[in-house]
């Protein structure tokens, strides 16, 4: 099957369709222009004082999007959470979308744009997939902010007894840049500062991310940051954002971007797109004070976590549900044919040619991701994203699995026909929260670190167990030392496979996880561990999205997907 090359592109249909004023949008869902604080027509914030007012309001229901492990084949996750919502819309729910924003580093990068795509997507895309609001922005001043504070207190005497060789706190920016992993700084002479090893991570690596993602309020934020272990004193005790006296001047520099944005589908369902941790490497959801506040307003609301169900969706069920106190009402799993062939073994050149045999080795993945969803009791549908070089027999063969295995599913279609092609899916996911299943964690705060570590790697990689190297068992020691057992583990790993080996696709068997390196993230809650060789900072590819990127002499954008 040949593709169709008169078919539109995402950011070609974004500028053909017709936005609503920003403030008719809100008119919707209560709000109105005194609760807004605009960004020209068509972006606005929500102000704090109507974010306060709609806490009293009835609380809606918790759709979690998830996905298997992502391939270059794609999977569709935000296009499935656009679609659903609109989908939800039209059969006459009051519905609200929960996005995060996408990052500058994959945009430039892989993705070329990160929101949603064809007919199910969040407007306007330029700006969103560009500077927005500006809080990515905030989110690295403040960061490279308290960078500064910590080399001048070192410069100026140093009265913490900071260790330079024991800072942890990075520099960041919102770009791949695979040259600033490592650097030295401080250096040209005594007046330049005192010299040390640094690095640059991508910004919304930042715990600083996490961390506005994560609060609660302005007061909760300000909490957090103080919290922020930055590194340790030559008597290896903690320091922190605190001991500093600056989580005063971080708050302030981050109060506007604390508040969550307002923008709208190609059907006018209502999106708040906040906050945007990379799941690979951070909790991977959207900011508590936006989910928090579309629960208040609409009676459903779509959200989805980064990456697959083993990433993202961990993440979500075991952070985020503690922050928003609510837990998913059901979860859909996204899949496409296309990643499940790559699963089972296809190369990405070969993906429109029918093969069954592929796609059936394939379903492994998926019914991994099924089995963890499955861990934490949680009612699912599986959304089939399906691509127009599916064939029949294909399509025939992953519905007979589901139906076989008791799989609710449904097919999907929202890339070319929007909310008509996710009227089929917001049935089943309608159907599967009426559900009496109850949330169950997998694994309690009082479990110690290694437990949790060694509980996730098990129940939801599918390994048999976790390698710890010498310095993370050092590291460990350490952290219970200081009474940080009892947090979460927020675990750093390769989104592209279940292992910590980006090359082992479909369901790896008799493998271990290998934790090399811990790192504390106390103002956002949780210690991260850093697995195999995962970066904070990623690198441009070969031909990155950027070189397909220009601007007409109209100012539009051309080439952002």
């Known amino acids: 099957m040949t593709i169709n090359k008169t078919v539109p592109s995402d950011i070609e249909i974004a500028q053909r369709s017709k936005m609503q004023p920003i403030i008719q949008v809100a008119n919707q869902i209560g709000l109105n222009d005194e609760d807004l604080e605009l960004y020209g027509k068509f972006k606005a914030k929500i102000g704090f004082d109507a974010i306060r007012r709609v806490q009293t309001a009835k609380e809606g229901k918790l759709i979690l999007v998830t996905s298997i492990n992502p391939t270059p084949a794609g999977e569709g996750k935000s296009t499935v959470t656009v679609g659903l919502g609109d989908a939800l819309k039209k059969l006459g729910k009051n519905t609200m979308i929960a996005m995060r924003e996408p990052s500058l580093g994959p945009v430039m990068g892989v993705k070329g744009g990160a929101t949603g795509g064809g007919y199910a997507q969040v407007l306007p895309m330029e700006d969103i997939n560009l500077h927005f609001t500006g809080d990515i922005h905030a989110i690295t001043s403040a960061n490279n902010a308290l960078a500064a504070f910590i080399d001048n207190h070192i410069h100026q005497g140093n009265e913490l007894n900071i260790d330079p060789r024991r800072i942890i706190w990075k520099r960041v920016m919102d770009i791949n840049d695979r040259a600033l992993r490592n650097i030295i700084v401080g250096l040209g002479g005594a007046v330049q500062g005192v010299p040390r090893e640094d690095g640059f991570d991508i910004t919304v690596a930042s715990e600083i991310m996490a961390i506005l993602c994560l609060a609660a309020d302005l007061e909760d934020l300000k909490k957090r940051l103080s919290l922020i272990v930055v590194g340790y004193t030559y008597d290896k005790e903690p320091v922190t954002v605190g001991n500093l006296r600056v989580e005063g001047a971080l708050t302030l520099l981050l109060k506007d971007a604390l508040k969550p944005n307002l ?31 579309a629960l208040k307003l609409a009676d459903y609301v779509v959200t989805e976590a980064g990456f697959g ?3 993202g969706a961990e993440k979500f069920l075991n952070i985020k549900t503690k922050a928003i106190e609510k837990t998913p009402d059901a979860v859909v799993i996204v899949a496409t044919i296309r990643a499940l062939k790559m699963h089972g073994g296809m190369e990405k050149k070969n993906l429109t040619v029918e093969n069954t045999q592929a796609l059936e080795d394939g379903l492994a993945n998926l019914k991994k991701h099924i089995e963890t969803i499955q861990s934490f009791n949680l009612p699912f549908v599986v959304a089939i ?18 139906n076989m295995h008791q799989v609710p599913y449904g097919l999907t279609e929202v890339w070319g026909k929007g909310s008509e092609g996710g009227k089929e899916l917001a ?26 570590m060694n509980t996730i790697a098990v129940n939801v990689y599918g390994a048999k167990g976790v390698v710890f190297s010498s310095k993370a068992e050092k590291q460990i020691q350490q952290f219970e030392k200081f009474g940080w057992g009892s947090l979460p583990v927020c675990m750093a790993k390769t989104q592209y496979s279940l292992s910590d080996d980006a090359a082992l696709l479909g369901r790896p068997e008799d493998f271990t996880i290998t934790i090399r390196d ?15 060789n995962v970066m904070t900072m990623p690198g441009l590819p070969k031909e990155p999205a950027a070189l397909k990127m220009d601007v007409d002499k109209d100012g539009r954008a051309e080439g952002l997907f």
Not at 428 to 440: D, G, P, Y
Not at 518 to 532: E, M
């Open 263 to 293: 923008v709208q589908t190609i059907e006018q369902t209502p999106a708040l797109v906040h906050g945007g941790p990379f799941a690979n490497i951070a909790h991977g959801c959207n900011s508590v004070m936006a989910t928090k506040t």
């Open 309 to 311: 169900a083993d990433l």
């Open 385 to 402: 994203n399906r691509f127009h070089t599916d064939t029949a027999e294909e399509i025939e063969l992953l519905s007979n699995w589901c």
């Open 427 to 452: 049935g089943e996911v309608l159907k599967a929260m009426e559900s009496s299943q109850s949330f169950t964690p997998i694994y309690s705060l009082s479990d110690s670190l290694k437990e949790k």
């Open 518 to 532: 811990l790192i504390p993230k106390i103002g956002a809650g949780f210690i991260v561990a850093l697995t195999g």
